[in-house]
């Protein structure tokens, strides 16, 4: 179980680290406000299911954004008209691949092992090196990449 200090403490220590993973990923500062909001939002609803035993503070807390980011994905829905004469059919049909891609993507990331999945989560969407990352799981560098390239090689495997 996590103190109020704990909290505030991992809060301002998080807080600008998840809202520019959410920035990357919605490529919208509103948007990744509003879920940064509701991913800490959720942190303090969790904390006392916090375990330390199970899996770092970094980790849970980038599995509650991730997860947050899922759920805004799985659950909006466009209602935006496209404008034909400014976006072209080939960017429609390009961005409907995107997107296809994205779901592709996220479901594959699902099925990865938890360790994996972190791991590639934190370093291509985290924006951090696998020296970091390596610490912040606890697990030497060398285990690191080896984590990795099993990681890519599944998600090659799940998507191909």
Same mark, same amino acid.
């Given at each position: 179980?996590?103190?109020?200090?704990?909290?505030?403490?991992?809060?301002?220590?998080?807080?600008?680290?998840?809202?520019?993973?959410?920035?990357?990923?919605?490529?919208?500062? =509103?948007?990744? &406000?509003? *879920? @940064?909001?509701?991913?800490? #939002?959720?942190? !303090?609803?969790? $904390?006392?299911?916090?375990?330390?035993?199970?899996?770092?503070?970094?980790?849970?807390?980038?599995?509650?954004?991730?997860?947050?980011?899922?759920?805004?994905?799985?659950?909006?829905?466009?209602?935006?008209?496209?404008?034909?004469?400014?976006?072209?059919?080939? =960017?429609?049909? &390009?961005? *409907? @691949?995107?997107?296809?891609? #994205?779901?592709? !993507?996220?479901? $594959?990331?699902?099925?990865?092992?938890?360790?994996?999945?972190?791991?590639?989560?934190?370093?291509?969407?985290?924006?951090?090196?696998?020296?970091?990352?390596?610490?912040?799981?606890?697990?030497?560098?060398?285990?690191?990449?080896?984590?990795?390239?099993?990681?890519?090689?599944?998600?090659?495997?799940?998507?191909?």
């Amino acid at each position: 179980m996590l103190s109020e200090f704990e909290i505030n403490r991992i809060y301002m220590e998080y807080q600008p680290k998840i809202l520019k993973y959410l920035m990357y990923k919605t490529n919208s500062r =509103d948007l990744a &406000e509003d *879920l @940064c909001s509701d991913v800490f #939002m959720k942190l !303090l609803k969790k $904390a006392d299911s916090f375990d330390e035993t199970k899996s770092s503070v970094s980790t849970w807390i980038y599995t509650i954004a991730r997860n947050t980011l899922y759920d805004y994905f799985r659950t909006r829905h466009v209602t935006e008209e496209l404008d034909e004469e400014i976006r072209e059919e080939s =960017d429609v049909e &390009e961005s *409907l @691949c995107n997107e296809e891609t #994205m779901q592709e !993507l996220a479901g $594959a990331l699902k099925k990865l092992d938890e360790r994996e999945r972190d791991l590639i989560l934190l370093q291509y969407y985290g924006g951090n090196t696998l020296k970091d990352i390596a610490e912040r799981m606890g697990i030497s560098y060398s285990y690191a990449k080896i984590l990795h390239k099993k990681a890519l090689d599944h998600l090659k495997q799940l998507m191909g």
